[in-house]
């Protein structure tokens, strides 16, 4: 039976389902990037910045369901091994290797600002073409921007 939700889609759906597995690989290393640093984390102000990070975390996670879940409805399918992560990713992955608190904030404000580019570039491409994975795309992008003010908050509060 044809699909009324694919049917809409003006663009190349191989294309934006490639790209959507980008940015599910973006959120699995970003929400262990976080889940992890939220582990490490020490030095003054741990517990606070320990709580944000746990919080993006979980926002991390849940946007990987959302582009999972969005990738299926395309026809399209999940990365579905973690080493592709690696090959696929637009942010990469940096290893807590320092756990004090302003080198694990620093290194979650470059991922989120990588990430708002991802969202930025994916919004552009998606806009009048695929109105249900554009709203997916601007309300992550929402949440990373929030993301990247609340860690230079603290980062500037601590500074």
């Given at each position: 039976?044809?699909?009324?939700?694919?049917?809409?889609?003006?663009?190349?759906?191989?294309?934006?389902?490639?790209?959507?597995?980008?940015?599910?690989?973006?959120?699995?290393?970003?929400?262990?990037?976080?889940?992890?640093?939220?582990?490490?984390?020490?030095?003054?102000?741990?517990?606070?910045?320990?709580?944000?990070?746990?919080?993006h975390a979980g926002d991390e996670l849940k946007h990987a369901g959302m582009i999972a879940?969005?990738i299926i409805q395309l026809g399209g399918s999940p990365v579905l091994k973690p080493e592709?992560?690696?090959?696929?990713?637009?942010?990469?992955?940096?290893?807590?290797?320092?756990?004090?608190?302003?080198?694990?904030?620093?290194?979650?404000?470059?991922?989120?600002?990588?990430?708002?580019?991802?969202?930025?570039?994916?919004?552009?491409?998606?806009?009048?073409?695929?109105?249900?994975?554009?709203?997916?795309?601007?309300?992550?992008?929402?949440?990373?921007?929030?993301?990247?003010?609340?860690?230079?908050?603290?980062?500037?509060?601590?500074?």
């Amino acid at each position: 039976m044809e699909r009324k939700g694919i049917k809409i889609v003006k663009a190349d759906i191989k294309e934006i389902v490639q790209q959507l597995n980008k940015a599910l690989s973006d959120e699995w290393l970003a929400y262990y990037q976080y889940w992890l640093g939220e582990k490490v984390v020490k030095g003054k102000f741990r517990q606070e910045v320990a709580a944000e990070l746990g919080q993006h975390a979980g926002d991390e996670l849940k946007h990987a369901g959302m582009i999972a879940d969005r990738i299926i409805q395309l026809g399209g399918s999940p990365v579905l091994k973690p080493e592709q992560w690696y090959k696929l990713t637009n942010c990469g992955y940096d290893a807590p290797e320092d756990p004090n608190v302003i080198p694990i904030l620093k290194q979650n404000i470059k991922g989120e600002q990588c990430a708002i580019e991802v969202y930025q570039k994916l919004a552009e491409m998606l806009k009048d073409k695929d109105p249900i994975t554009y709203l997916m795309v601007l309300s992550i992008l929402k949440d990373e921007i929030e993301h990247e003010d609340d860690l230079i908050n603290i980062l500037e509060d601590i500074q």
